[in-house]
């Protein structure tokens, strides 16, 4: 028997009184949905070569270089996702943190979290290490020819 959150059943009872018992029956079956959008940060090389393994996959991707109308209007909108699809992201620590708050105010809660620290040897695929590791806490080395703490995260 899968065992259910109390966030997830309340989500999931929501969904069945504004569209019907035959969606929140097949919302059980899967509560958090495929990843479709990749946050990165195109100033950062490290963050560049995660957009490309995201893009690769299929992702839907959004660079907050530059963005603070966008990025704050598509937060708040959720980014257009649909509901239970997973948001993932390679940021610094106080876009982390803006994000964050944005995310969970849509009803998002953090799932995969790993801190990053650049050095000359290390993963060269963050979004390998993001997606497919459980729950991780880092810190784990990231390829890189410059000192910094990235952190990788996901929110569903």
């Known amino acids: 028997m899968n065992a259910i959150s109390k966030r997830d059943f309340l989500s999931l009872a929501g969904g069945a009184l504004s569209v019907g018992v035959p969606a929140a029956a097949s919302g059980i079956a899967a509560v958090v949905g495929p990843t479709r959008l990749a946050i990165y940060d195109s100033r950062i090389t490290e963050s560049r070569y995660f957009a490309g393994h995201a893009a690769q996959q299929g992702l839907r991707l959004f660079d907050i270089a530059g963005q603070d109308d966008a990025l704050w209007r598509d937060a708040r909108a959720g980014f257009g996702r649909k ?13 982390w943190v803006n994000l964050r708050g944005l995310l969970n105010e849509q009803g998002l809660r953090l799932t995969r979290e790993v801190r990053f620290d650049c050095c000359t040897k290390g993963v060269r695929n963050a979004y390998g290490v993001l997606t497919e590791m459980p729950a991780m806490r880092g810190p784990v080395p990231l390829a890189s020819q410059t000192t910094r703490t990235l952190f990788g995260w996901a929110m569903a």
């Open 83 to 95: 509901p239970r699809e997973e948001v993932i992201g390679l940021t610094r620590w106080t876009d």
